[in-house]
């Protein structure tokens, strides 16, 4: 088993910046990638960004490049989201997750709510 809580939502001033984090525990060496989606009120739960246990290989969805960046720390323990340059639509609910696989995230954080005003 593995858990997640992430930490770090809020409210920002669109253009302005947020830092999520998510703590790991349990079995987390045991997870191929980390990520985190989100889920604006009215739409579907999307994809936004993840990062690989081996490489560090990170992917982005194309509506957050240039502006969020995944990392992590070296024990894999804490998995981060800078959110730069923040738009309204970035307003959402963002949840951690963890992939035992690629494309299978079978964990999930509660999730923290993000909200950027205009």
């Known amino acids: 088993q593995v858990q997640l809580l992430e930490s770090g939502g809020g409210l920002v001033q669109a253009g302005g910046s947020l830092r999520l984090s998510c703590a790991a525990s349990?079995?987390?060496?045991?997870?191929?990638?980390m990520g985190w989606f989100r889920r604006a009120p009215g739409k579907e739960r999307e994809f936004v960004a993840a990062?690989?246990?081996?490489?560090?290989?990170?992917s982005y969805a194309d509506s957050v490049k240039g502006r969020f960046t995944i990392s992590s720390d070296n024990a894999w323990n804490t998995v981060y989201l800078q959110m730069n340059s923040m738009k309204p639509e970035d307003t959402a609910v963002y949840y951690c997750?963890?992939?035992?696989?690629?494309?299978?995230?079978?964990?999930w954080g509660q999730g923290t709510q993000v909200t950027v005003s205009s």
């Open positions: 997750t963890a992939a035992l696989s690629p494309g299978h995230y079978n964990y």
């Open positions: 349990g079995r987390i060496f045991s997870s191929y990638a």
């Open positions: 990062i690989t246990w081996r490489g560090r290989l990170t």
